[in-house]
């Protein structure tokens, strides 16, 4: 086995996924089949059995969050996949893991829209429905992955993340990257940092469940350990009780988003390339990105000063960054296979520092290096 590991293998974008989930130790899967995603439901079917896990296929996609949710209250690691229309039915109960501080973790293999679309044919738009598809003001976390070996990364790290600040964490691939194929070479199981969740310190007739932990994240005791607790969607106090006053209200509200926002150093992952002399920055995430790195290259190679800056957490926003190199360039390309989503962000944290201008594309197919090249001479 280690040698297979350090020869390598080819292996497909979801199948990366499976693997590196269940190398972060999910052993419950509940989901339901939807292309693009299909494949990480049917690996994890077949692997899950053979480490002690649990795979269920569900009547349909909003039974299969409520599954996750209630396998990780009761102590599992857990996942689900889905694509676009799936995605849309998961958003009450991502809400509710999101509020009742459940991790979990919800991969979203993107596929052309809106409503049933263009089911096997790559696009970008879900990336303001994964930061505020939910009702309310909610914290969440959304990695998205360029290559095969990033999904099985960045796979292990939505595991972690979920674990770590008891929250919803969203896997955003699209089409394009669940369906590649890579030579990768994974780490050995010993190389990979793990992160479990944080349990009580207190016995069970004094632990106070929503109490402020490690990082503004409560400590977590699994149903079945002998812990008493409410969980609850509703407005709660530190017990878990419902509670409709404001001020508890705004102070649990309050400190959802401030375990997030305190701790982006840990949070937000990105790359980037050329951006010390760059006065044209192509910003791009997913499969796009890899279109942009070779158009980024091209005009390096013809003199031009072009740097490339790839956000793998897309949410939250990587905002610091973003106003920094914005400060040194005279504008930023935001190619997506969207209407300008990611773009819009963009937009509001530059302000007017610099330029910025969209690339985009919703017609099912991948953007290519030309169209970004072409869009970097019509700025010099």
């Known amino acids: 086995m280690s040698n297979v590991l350090e020869m390598g293998r080819l292996m497909q974008g979801n199948e990366a996924v499976a693997e590196g989930a269940l190398a972060a130790g999910v052993r419950f899967f509940a989901g339901y089949p939807i292309t693009p ?9 077949n692997k899950l059995p053979q480490v002690g896990g649990k795979f269920i296929q569900m009547e349909d996609e909003i039974a299969s969050i409520a599954a996750i949710i209630g396998a990780s209250l009761a102590g599992l ?39 049933t679309g263009m089911p096997t044919a790559p696009a970008q738009g879900d990336v303001m429905q994964s930061r505020w598809g939910t009702h309310g003001d909610h914290p969440v976390i959304v990695l998205s992955p360029s290559s095969v070996r990033e999904a099985y990364d960045l796979a292990v790290k939505s595991v972690n993340l979920a674990e770590e600040y008891r929250v919803p964490v969203i896997l955003l691939l699209d089409e394009v990257v669940g369906h590649l194929r890579e030579k990768v070479v994974l780490p050995a199981q010993e190389q990979i940092d793990v992160l479990n969740r944080q349990g009580p310190e207190t016995p069970p ?27 609850t969607g509703l407005a709660h106090d530190e017990t878990g009780a419902p509670n409709n006053s404001p001020v508890v209200a705004e102070e649990l509200i309050h400190r959802l988003h401030n375990k997030i926002s305190d701790n982006l150093a840990d949070i937000i992952i990105d790359d980037s390339r050329f951006l010390d002399d760059a006065e044209i920055i192509v910003l791009a995430y997913g499969s796009t990105a890899r279109s942009a790195r070779h158009a980024v290259k091209e005009a390096r190679r013809q003199g031009l000063k072009a740097g490339l ?29 969207n209407m300008g989503q990611y773009r819009l962000e963009v937009e509001r944290v530059v302000g007017k520092h610099c330029q910025v201008k969209g690339v985009n594309r919703v017609h099912g197919e ?15």
């Open 366 to 380: 991948l953007i290519k290096p030309g169209e970004i090249y072409d869009t970097i001479l019509e700025v010099v």
């Open 37 to 45: 995603s299909t494949e990480i439901a049917e690996i994890m079917s």
């Open 205 to 231: 007739e004094s632990f106070i469940p929503y109490t402020s932990g490690a990082k503004g994240v409560p400590p977590m005791a699994n149903f079945g350990d002998g812990y008493r607790h409410h969980v």
């Open 77 to 115: 690691k857990s996942l689900t996949a889905t694509s676009g229309p799936g995605f849309s039915l998961m958003q009450e109960n991502l809400g509710f893991a999101a509020m009742a501080e459940v991790p979990c973790v919800i991969v979203n293999v993107q596929r052309s829209g809106p409503s």
């Open 309 to 337: 800056y790839r956000p793998l957490t897309l949410w939250p926003f990587p905002e610091q960054k973003v106003l920094e190199i914005a400060k040194k360039a005279k504008t930023i390309i935001v190619p997506e296979m």
